[in-house]
């Protein structure tokens, strides 16, 4: 079976990551693998033959095949997230096919310094490649810079604290843009140019950039990046429709 055909695979796991956020858990028996960064196809069909499909980030690094984590936001008007962050249950099958891309990749003898940049659920394929890095012992030094609006509407939030106080040469940068909580010590904006020059790494060491959020997130960063001097051929870039501002 090709990785463009379309599979059934069985949801075995659901987690909540925040009020909107769901993760969901599929065995998929004809997997045949991904790398970190990649996404798949989900496609629903109702009673009356209509059909709806919808891109989603892989959320699991490729160590953990042929299981596949999907992480989820809910739209209040979409036609597929409302279903799976809601009625989807264990034991439900869902139509997948993938795994899609190979632009938005990182593996890790690709090295570094990483230099990831999240907005809202734009951490998911940047998560892949964080377990990635941690399911094969790299050290590659590696920092994510993650804008969330609020501390509750942070992903994976104690995954992420686990993995900064025992892993190596990993850190964590975060921004909340529309509330913090008292005695909040982050920043407390929007990313910009000022901030990516205080967290980036320097140009000398041509860090490796992703950039995953809303289209207009990931210009301003990616721009951002460009003019303090980072090469363009080093900045990888994915982007989804506006969700609400990051």
């Given at each position: 079976m090709g990785r463009l055909s379309w599979q059934r695979g069985e949801v075995v796991a659901t987690r909540p990551e925040t009020l909107r956020v769901q993760s969901i858990t599929l065995t998929l028996p004809n997997w045949m693998g991904h790398r970190a960064g990649q996404h798949v196809d989900v496609r629903l069909t109702a009673e009356d033959g209509y059909q709806a499909e919808r891109s989603y980030s892989i959320a699991t690094p490729p160590e953990e095949a042929p299981r596949v984590t999907l992480t989820v936001e809910r739209l209040d008007d979409g036609e597929v997230s409302p279903y799976l962050t809601e009625e989807l249950r264990v034991g439900d099958k869902l139509e997948l096919r993938g795994p899609i891309g190979g632009y938005f990749?990182?593996?890790?003898?690709?090295?570094?310094?990483?230099?990831?940049?999240?907005?809202?659920?734009?951490?998911?394929?940047?998560?892949?490649?964080i377990r990635h890095r941690a399911a094969v012992g790299s050290t590659v030094p590696t920092r994510l810079l993650y804008s969330s609006r609020s501390l509750e509407d942070v992903i994976y939030r104690d995954e992420l604290d686990h993995l900064v106080k025992n892993g190596t040469m990993l850190e964590v940068v975060q921004t909340l843009t529309r509330t913090q909580p008292t005695g909040w010590t982050g920043y407390d904006r929007r990313i910009d140019t000022q901030m990516l020059r205080e967290v980036a790494w320097s140009v000398e060491q041509r860090p490796l950039a992703f950039i995953c959020g809303p289209t207009p997130f990931v210009e301003t960063a990616a721009a951002s990046l460009v003019d303090l001097g980072h090469g363009p051929a080093r900045i990888k870039t994915e982007r989804f429709g506006p969700t609400g501002e990051t």
């Open positions: 990749v990182w593996e890790a003898q690709m090295g570094g310094p990483l230099l990831l940049i999240a907005g809202g659920s734009g951490i998911v394929p940047l998560m892949a490649m």
